[in-house]
């Protein structure tokens, strides 16, 4: 059966080109990037390159890039090293209630320690409330960690006004972008962002490879001890063929962005058009306009989404719901009930994520399935 892939979101798949670039620093180019001898001294050299295209994708300086294993420890290593860092100086974060479990669970972990965290609340489209965040600021605040797109529902938040107010007062901004790196333009320069996270498996490099911006001049605690790598922020062997990969694909999709943006887009307004003409009482939900390329997140009445994943995937069709099952019960998802969206509703949420392999013809194959399950339920 042909597979169908509309869960970008959660993961892609790793791009020929990547592919091709990263195979030969298993079987060749093997050395350990700390190793003295020219095989080590390769490998490094491809390190530092990859971190020169992450730099530069982003316009950030290539001594201000990290290599870590994952999207979620770049927010772990951000989150609770900028945390630590300035502790002296006051012991409160400010994050929103839609950040993705690597941002929440890390500020549950500070609040343990002996930190304040406050949760912003967001609007119907799931933009973070900027008057509440002004309000919230206070003489201990010493971090601003917001997320530059959400994972489930797509919105895009004004970052750059995020960033004014936590520098009017003095505070540091992180963002965790791993869902607009790749479906954002993105200058850290001009939006004046402290520190980012990002993951190459959401842009078409494989699984366990991340990477962390943080400014030069921003103090941050490692959290893991071993050795001195990553400028003694991260220890651990330098993951060389996920490096290459990472800054390869972020060359790669920022190459080929317009075109990419274009096709996500359009896949996108003519998924959320055809089921808006076709399946009543449908509600998308995000901003229609502020929202990632490829996000479409729509919810269905008297639908339970479990159950339509299931016989989605009897078609070769993959996709998301908008709640957990976790022990057998479905919870709604934190970011659903953020906006404000009833239970029913949650329920029968589908979140469709496209990627650069799709067609026109799967997003068809994809209207006509629903409609079927849908309709005739
Ligand atoms: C996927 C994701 C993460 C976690 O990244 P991993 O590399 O899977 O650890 C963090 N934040 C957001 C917004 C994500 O979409």
């Known amino acids: 059966m042909k597979i169908r892939y509309f869960d970008h979101a959660a993961t892609t798949p790793v791009s020929n080109i990547v592919l091709q670039e990263m195979l030969p620093y298993y079987e060749i180019q093997y050395g350990n990037a700390s190793s003295i001898y020219t095989l080590g001294r390769q490998a490094k050299r491809a390190v530092e390159n990859a971190r020169k295209n992450i730099a530069k994708n982003i316009g950030a300086k290539q001594q201000e890039i990290y290599f870590t294993s994952c999207g979620s420890e770049s927010d772990n290593l951000a989150i609770k090293g900028i945390a630590y860092a300035n502790k002296n100086k006051g012991n409160h974060i400010i994050t929103s209630k839609i950040e993705h479990h690597a941002v929440l669970n890390t500020c549950k972990t500070l609040e343990k320690q002996g930190f304040e965290v406050t949760y912003l609340d967001v609007d119907n489209n799931g933009i973070v409330d900027l008057v509440q965040l ?187 719901a908008g709640s957990a099952c976790s022990t057998g019960n479905p919870m709604p998802s934190h970011v659903l009930m953020a906006i404000g969206l009833s239970e029913n509703l949650a329920e029968g949420t589908l979140r469709i994520t496209f990627g650069k392999d799709n067609t026109k013809e799967d997003v068809q194959f994809l209207i006509d399935n629903l409609r079927e399950f849908i309709l005739k339920k």
């Not at 996920?242 to 920022?254: L, N, Q, R, S, W």
């Open 134 to 320: 002004m309000n919230s600021i206070n003489s201990n605040t010493i971090l601003i960690s917001i997320m530059f797109a959400n994972n489930e529902i797509g919105t895009i938040q004004p970052i750059k006004q995020i960033a004014e107010i936590a520098h009017k007062n003095n505070i540091i901004f992180h963002t965790d972008a791993v869902q607009a790196v790749g479906n954002v333009k993105i200058n850290v320069e001009e939006l004046m962002i402290d520190s980012l996270s990002m993951s190459g498996h959401k842009f078409y490099a494989p699984k366990g490879i991340g990477a962390l911006y943080v400014k030069e001049g921003i103090n941050f605690e490692k959290i893991q001890d071993g050795g001195h790598q990553e400028k003694d922020k991260r220890a651990g062997t330098e993951n060389v063929a996920g490096i290459v990969a990472i800054g390869k694909a972020i060359d790669e999709i920022y190459k080929n962005f317009d075109s990419y943006n274009e096709h996500l887009k359009n896949l996108r307004d003519f998924y959320i058009e055809e089921l808006e003409k076709n399946i009543p009482n449908i509600k998308l939900n995000g901003d229609r306009y502020n929202r990632l390329p490829g996000n479409a997140n729509i919810s269905f009445k008297n639908v339970n989404a479990q159950e339509l994943l299931f016989k989605l995937d009897e078609k070769g069709i993959c996709a998301s």
